[in-house]
């Protein structure tokens, strides 16, 4: 039986959050499609839904309205690492500079908007797949 993978979608954005779960509802990718979806539209937000339970994967914005969407990264540092969630930037700030800093603040990977869907799934699955197989051994 496989696992639901929860992702945490911190994103303001209502247009950005809808695309998000159509990407994920119409995908063809068995990971992507059954994965439950948990919204946060602030870090504030994004805190509570981390303290209510863990997640595998967060799509992380950075531009929030309360602030730097890395800072959320920060309050993961003290997770081991197989506890603590991949953490995905998703931001419309491509410059190099910009991916060098969230990789700087410890993200593992880096999808800049505008995306095409199906590098949304790959970035997805990647990270998800390859959790998948750590539970299976």
Do not use: W
Not at 44 to 70: E, F, K, S
């Amino acid at each position: 039986m496989t696992q639901t993978r929860r992702i945490l979608l911190v994103e303001d954005n209502d247009l950005n959050r809808t695309l998000v779960r159509a990407v994920l509802s119409h995908s063809d990718n068995p990971i992507a499609r059954t994965c439950t979806l948990i919204e946060a539209p602030t870090l504030d937000a994004a805190r509570t839904a981390l303290a209510a339970g863990p997640v595998d994967l967060i799509l992380l914005d950075v531009q929030l309205p309360d602030g730097n969407g890395l800072s959320l990264v920060e309050d993961l540092a003290g997770q081991p690492k197989p506890t603590r969630p991949v953490v995905v930037v998703f931001t419309a700030g491509a410059l190099p500079e910009h991916q060098a800093a969230a990789h700087a603040a410890g993200c593992d990977d880096f999808l800049s908007k505008p995306y095409r869907p199906h590098q949304l799934v790959d970035v997805l699955t990647t990270h998800l797949g390859a959790a998948h197989q750590r539970d299976r051994h």
